[in-house]
Structures are given as structure tokens and as C-alpha cells.
């Protein structure tokens, strides 16, 4: 019964990604219109829902007059590639010091316990948004701040399970063959604590997409005219109280994507009986 | 127990240092701050007169001393824009940040405990999946699109909370209630995993032998064990509240120090964004310390660790 229900909530989150990694690859494929094309006189038109919608605009036009569809299937893709991004970054940066210092222990340990603490303690998003705002606003600049800041639950979760790992006897066996430091990192301790890593990963790439939408939201994130679920949110604020649906269709894409990754990364996490909690 | 504290507080030290020396460095990544502060349209004699008013013209490693030095002593610097005491900005933008943070601290526990404890009690029904997937929508939840949400249901159609400000008490529900929202799901789980692993142990087995009612069971002895985390990972969640404060102050208008850091980074007063950084964190470290201190007064048996 509950396995039913787990099963099924697995599913419906690996089809939103699968749907949401489609729309991102082939989004130059798939859009109706140019989402950067202003058109002044068809300045927020409605929704095909809604009355006096324009069947051209599937979904409208923002304050610009930009087809909302086309500018949402970008926004798609912009939100997948930070998440992805920015998650390899901090993936390879907290796997590294988290393997390390589970493996190696005494001192190294101490200074990678430390740098989390340390990274802990620092406001994300302020730090986020005052880097963005000294450097000014790009998307590599966006990703690579970003993937230095979102390290710590890989060091955590890579930590811990190194430890466990290291003290097993197959770990013993390799040691015994002769087999050197790095060998036994790479050979015996990476693939065993992977299952782990990979649950992290889609955890991390969900908070990823919801940190620049709060960063392009307060206008320090992806810089305009490129369309961000967050940005799309904040240049429609204006008009919300009107038309609340150019509000509602970014967000709700945002809520439904994060949504769709965090159940995939909760089915993965029941799959491989993970743990990924600190 | 005592060198328990005394090697936390060591570490707590260690981590504000290096907090010192990542805010001084990141304000200083731009490469020239005279420049960006006197604006675009400055020349070259205004961008001088601005470096030596002040003190950018002195050696990196002289700045950061005397950064350094001061914040010690509590002395934060000015703001170039406010033309004030950066820790007389602080302290006024305080009450509001710390206002919201309990609101929100509160309220999340008031919806997170008793859930949990749902959960636990119906363990695998629908009730229990039901809180679970309550949870999991609340982590997908953009903070601040559910913010404008809240504005236009309850501030606009219905007309019951004010949409900004900070005028009455009223102006904390909706930015409490978003702030809320991030912490429900970690703070949920959490009840409900302690609950379910108390109610296994053996004093809970004991007490249903002695005949004790469920009601006491459940309220006097799990609840009691299966607080301890709670407690403590409630502490930190208010350091990351405070700190993630930031978006919710400026979709409602509340100028708190999130607010403050935000203003600030848009005019480049970097003395004031590496002090809302420092201040921010230094808070953080102070609570995930009280936090631990709390742990260890209320379960006996981690005071020996």
C-alpha cells in the first residue's frame, strides 16, 4: 500500500523532469515565438483560459508584449542548467573535502568539520546577492557563486558515509591486496557511497533553482532580458494585483519543477535506502 | 560538561574570524571600490578625494587590520551612504528581523509539532502520508511567490492583513507565515521521526505495562525524548531564518537588516554589507552554540560528550 503510493509519487516526479529536461534541451525546438520579441501593442494579453485571449499567445504576453510560453520554456531552461551547474560544482567541492576528510580524519577532518561550520554560519542569499552585486549579474557568475556556496550537505552526507565505509571489510581486504590510498578512494570508497551522493544531487539542484529565482527575484540573479521564472515573477509584480496570472504561471512552474525533483530524489532515496539527512 | 562549552565557544571564535576575513574579501572583489562608490559620472579627482576620505588609498593588509580591530572592539564602521554608524543602522533594523524571525520560528512550530506528532501517532495511514506530503509542497514552495500570493488573497481579495510595513502586529502574520513555510518541512520530519523512534524504546514500553493513559504516554514521556532534537534544530532554524529574512522583508516591505544588506548591496556601502554579513552569522554561530547547550541540559545523556 504504501509502497503503491511511493511508487507512484516517484513516477509522477521523474515525468515533471523528464518533461522539464525535454522542454530545456529542445527549447529553441519548441517555442511558439521569439521570447525576447516585444511587441508593444499586445502588451498583457490573457491566457487562453480567460476571456479575450489571443489564440497566437497561448498563454499571454507580459508587460512587453513577449509571448509568456516561449519566455517560459527558456526560463525552463535557464532554471535547469544553474541546477545542474551548480551542482556539479558543489558537488565536486563538498564529494572532495567530505571524502577527505571522512577518509583521511585527524587533522584534514578537523579543517573540513570547520569549513562547514563555517560555511553554515554565512547568509546565502545575502552573500549570494552581495557577490552578484559587486561583480555584476551573469549567469556564470550566478552559477559559479552559487556552486562555491551550496557545497555543505555533499561534505556532510560524503563525510559520513565515507566513515562508515572506510572501517568495512572490503576496505580492510583492499588494504591488505596492497592496494594504494588513492586506488582505495577511487575503487571502493567512491562507488559505495555514490547512491548517497546522487540523492544529494537532486536535492541540491532543486534548492539550486529555487536560490536564483530568489536572487533573479530581487534583481542580483540572471540579469534581464533573459527569462527566469524569478525575474518573470518580479518584472509581472507590478501588474499582479490586475492580473494575477502573471504571477501565478511563472511560480507555478517553479513550484511544480522543485516539487517534481523532490520527489524523484525522495523515491531515489527510499530506492537505494539512503540516508542524506545531516 | 564545562570543556564541552569551552571547546564550542573556541570553535564559535574561530568560525566569526573567518567570517571577518570572507566578508572583508568579498567586499573587496569588484577590484576598485573607490571607483563604483563615487558613480559613473565622477572624475578622476572625485574618485581620489573619495579614496582618501575613506582610507581606500592605505594597503590592502592596513584596511583589513583596522577592519578587523574595530569589529573586535564592536566598532562596525560608517555607511557612506547613511553617513552613520553601521551598528547604530544595525541595531535599529534589529527589532524588526528579530520580530519576524520569532513570528515565523513560532508559527512553525505551532503547525510543525503537532503534525509531527500526527504523523507518528498514525504511523503509515493516510494521515501520515498526508503530513508527509504537506511537507514536501512546503519545500518546493518559492518563498517569495508565495509571499505575493498571500498579498493578493489575503491582503487584496479579502482585504484582512496589511500588504507592507511594519506598522502593527498584524504586518508580521503574512511574512511570519511565509518565513514559516521554510522551516515546517525539516522541523515536521524531525517530530515525527523522534516521535516514532521514543515510542519504540523501552521506558515507553515501561509506561504502557504501569498502565500509564495514552494522552500522558504520549505528551510526558515521547514527547519529552522526542523534543530534544526538535529544541535544538529549532535554535539553528532561527539562524537560517534570520538570514534567509532577507527576501521575505523586501516582498513585504519590512525594513529589517535583511532589508538593510539588500539597500546596501544596490549602493555599494560595503561597510555595511560585510557588517549585515558578519552580524548575521556571528547570530547564527551564537544559536546553533545555545542550541548544543540546550541539548546537553536536556538529555543528561550527552553531557558527557
Known amino acids: 500500500m504504501k509502497r503503491g503510493w511511493k511508487n507512484i509519487a516517484t513516477w509522477v516526479g521523474a ?16 517555442v511558439p515565438h521569439d521570447p525576447f520579441l516585444q511587441d508593444l501593442g499586445k502588451r498583457l494579453l490573457v491566457p487562453f483560459w480567460m476571456e479575450g485571449s489571443d489564440p497566437q499567445h497561448l498563454l499571454g504576453t507580459d508587460q512587453l508584449g513577449r509571448d509568456y510560453l516561449a519566455r517560459l520554456i527558456y526560463g525552463c531552461r535557464i532554471s535547469m542548467m544553474i541546477g545542474v551547474t551548480v551542482t556539479i560544482v558543489s558537488g565536486a567541492i563538498g564529494i572532495t573535502m567530505g571524502v577527505l576528510g571522512g577518509f583521511l580524519g585527524g587533522r584534514v577532518d578537523d579543517v573540513v568539520l570547520f569549513a562547514i561550520t563555517t560555511r553554515l554560519s554565512l547568509p546565502v542569499v545575502l552573500v549570494a546577492l552581495a557577490v552578484v552585486g559587486l561583480l555584476g549579474s551573469s549567469m ?27 572501517n568495512l571489510d572490503f576496505v580492510a581486504a583492499a588494504w591488505c591486496a596492497g592496494c594504494s590510498r588513492w586506488r582505495i578512494l577511487a575503487g571502493e570508497v567512491l562507488p559505495n557511497i555514490a547512491s548517497h551522493l546522487v540523492v544529494v544531487a537532486t536535492l541540491e539542484i532543486a534548492l539550486a533553482i529555487l536560490l536564483e529565482a530568489a536572487l533573479s527575484f530581487l534583481g542580483l540573479g540572471v540579469p534581464p532580458p533573459l527569462p527566469s521564472w524569478g525575474l518573470m515573477i518580479a518584472e509581472a509584480k507590478d501588474y499582479m494585483f ?5 504571477i501565478m504561471i511563472p ?15 525522495d523515491g531515489l532515496r527510499d530506492a537505494f535506502g539512503a540516508r542524506t539527512d545531516p | 560538561m564545562l570543556r564541552f562549552f569551552i571547546r564550542r565557544l573556541v570553535v564559535a571564535l574561530l568560525v566569526a574570524a573567518t567570517v571577518m576575513t570572507l566578508a572583508f574579501i568579498m567586499t573587496r572583489l569588484s577590484g576598485d571600490l573607490a571607483t563604483s562608490i563615487a558613480g559613473p559620472s565622477a572624475t578622476q579627482e572625485d574618485i581620489e578625494a573619495v579614496r582618501k576620505a575613506y582610507g581606500l588609498d592605505r594597503p590592502v593588509i592596513t584596511q583589513f587590520f ?62 501520515d502520508r498526508a503530513v508527509q506530503i504537506v511537507a514536501l509542497l512546503g519545500q518546493a514552495m518559492p518563498s517569495f511567490w508565495l509571499g505575493l500570493l498571500l498579498m493578493i488573497v489575503f491582503g487584496l481579495k479579502l482585504g484582512w492583513l496589511p500588504i507592507s510595513g511594519t506598522d502593527s502586529w498584524e504586518s508580521f502574520i503574512m511574512p511570519g507565515v511565509v518565513l514559516a513555510f521554510s522551516a515546517v518541512p525539516a522541523l515536521t520530519r524531525l517530530t515525527r521521526a523522534g516521535m516514532i523512534q521514543a515510542m519504540g524504546s523501552d521506558y515507553i514500553r515501561t509506561a504502557r505495562a504501569k498502565g500509564l493513559s495514552r494522552a500522558s504516554i504520549l505528551l510526558k514521556h515521547a514527547l519529552r525524548n522526542a523534543a530534544i532534537p526538535v529544541v535544538a534544530i529549532a ?14 522583508e523586501q516582498v513585504f516591505a519590512l525594513h529589517g537588516v535583511g532589508f538593510l544588506g539588500w539597500e546596501s548591496i544596490a549602493k555599494n556601502d560595503f561597510p555595511v554589507v560585510q557588517a549585515v554579513v558578519l552580524v548575521l552569522a556571528v547570530i547564527y554561530v551564537g544559536l546553533t552554540m545555545l542550541a548544543d547547550m540546550l541539548n546537553a541540559v536536556l538529555d543528561p545523556r550527552l553531557r558527557g560528550a
Open chain 1, 15 to 30: 515525468a515533471i523532469v523528464g518533461v522539464a529536461a525535454f522542454a530545456a534541451l529542445f527549447a529553441p525546438l519548441l
Open chain 2, 66 to 127: 583596522d577592519w578587523v580591530g574595530r569589529a573586535t572592539m564592536g566598532d562596525l564602521g560608517d555607511s557612506f551612504f547613511f553617513k552613520r554608524r553601521v551598528t547604530e543602522l544595525i541595531g535599529e533594523r534589529m527589532p524588526v528581523t528579530l520580530t519576524l524571525g520569532l513570528t515565523g520560528l513560532v508559527i512553525a512550530l505551532v503547525i510543525s509539532l503537532p503534525l509531527g506528532i500526527l504523523a507518528a501517532v498514525k504511523e503509515n495511514t493516510a494521515l
Open chain 1, 140 to 166: 556564470t557568475i550566478l552559477m559559479i557563486t552559487l556552486g562555491l556556496l551550496l557545497w555543505e550537505r555533499f561534505a556532510v552526507v560524503a563525510r559520513s558515509t565515507t566513515m562508515q565505509v572506510r
Open chain 1, 242 to 246: 490586475f492580473s494575477p496570472w502573471v
Open chain 1, 251 to 265: 511560480g507555478v512552474c517553479l513550484f511544480v519543477l522543485v516539487l517534481g525533483i523532490n520527489l524523484l530524489g
Open chain 2, 235 to 248: 535554535a539553528v532554524q532561527l539562524g537560517f531564518m534570520l538570514g534567509g529574512s532577507i527576501v521575505i
